[in-house]
């Protein structure tokens, strides 16, 4: 399941000096009965990140501005081994993303505008992890953790116009470049792609004050 709200709030449409605002909600959960490396398993995951922004309009098809990203992810792997004993692996973790973003609009029509948006972040990061074991399916334990990640992310969307003042937009996901240095372990690095039909955002778009 795939939910996301997002709330941009700035007024005057795409105007040079506009200020925007940006808000949003996701959450994603994702149960998989059998997991494809044991015999029987179960994983959950629960994903929650919350984004807000502020901009202004240099002109009136770029903008640029600061963001701020909030994940809160929750991983469970319920497994019963081969010897009979069972194992059940708990992670939760949060990162804390503050960056800058770049928007550029393409008017399409006078009812709709296409955009590209890139931008890059320093997440700080938290990990906590827990071990619950019987039998001999290994050692029962807990461990902590943080980490920094360096993000590039690139986005693209569409916005219909409703009136001058706001519009809807959609984007079909994200495409992400990270990577990650945490306080344990070796540092990963690597490009997700998160686009497609179950990645599909929806939001609306204000803009405030600026000239024509």
Known sequence: MLFLIAVTASFGQVRKGSTMITGSFNYNRNADPG?????IG?????QT???ASVGSLL???FAIGLDLNVNYRFFELDQSSFTGGTFRHVETSS?????IFVRNYFPLSEKFAAFVEGGYGLGFGNTHTTNYATGASGPSGSSDGTSK???IRLTAGLNYFITNRFALECSPGVITWSMKNPNYGESTSGVNTAIGLKNLTFGFVFFLGGTE
């Open 35 to 39: 997991f494809q490396f044991v015999s």
């Open 95 to 99: 990162v804390v993303t503050p960056g």
């Open 149 to 151: 990640t360096n993000t």
């Open 42 to 46: 179960q994983t959950i995951i629960d």
């Open 59 to 61: 002109g009136p098809r």
């Open 49 to 51: 990140n919350a984004y």
